[in-house]
């Protein structure tokens, strides 16, 4: 029903209570002791991520059409993604999670100053980062966390003075995407002890070519307003 119920509330323009029913549907994480409640907000991070990131895109959309498919996109994500346990469905979450919070940040905030968007990207690597290592057995969730906001704070914060967009991607995105699903993918195989040096050099290879032609293309006489 949630996803119905914001998808009323935008069609009526009430978006403070779309934002409030996404934010109310984790009470549960307040209905243990406290100390308990840093643990499961770590734990719903991720999802609350990307409805709130669902709730943008249906605030940016024009047609009733869209508000639909965003709501069926937003559907599928409760129904069958987001109650995954296991190390695939973790890794799904936390890449679709983070792609979905970081456009929405950049389609909402791409106009703002520069510092929310560096705050913003920092808050959403790292969030996505710890969802993602909590399918593995890792002893250093937050020093790896720490390290992926800090990457993705820092490459806002340069390429954040050319704030490029394909389409209603931004450039950063891209590069972001590109390097930390490579990342994940050598982390996972490396875990499973299936990493080969020919399939170590073959991940680097696509990341590399993927940033290249992002930056071949890129146009950087554009700057930021």
Known sequence: MIPILVFIFVLNDFALLALATILLSKWRIFAVRPRYWLTNIRANAIDILFGVAMLVFMLQTDTTAWLLLWVVVYEAWIIFIKPGSSTWLISLQAGLGQLAALMALFTFYGDKPL?????GSWFICYIAARHYLSGFDEGRVGLIAACW????????????????FYAEVAQII?????????????????????????????FIFIMAVIVAVVFLLSDWTIKQT
């Open 149 to 164: 906001g800090y990457f993705g704070g820092a490459l806002t914060w340069v390429l954040g003075h050319w704030l490029l």
């Open 174 to 202: 891209l590069i972001i995407s590109a390097i930390g699903y490579g990342l994940a993918a050598l982390y996972y195989f490396h875990d499973r002890d299936r990493l080969s040096s020919l399939l170590q050099r073959q």
């Open 115 to 119: 510092y929310w968007l560096v705050l």
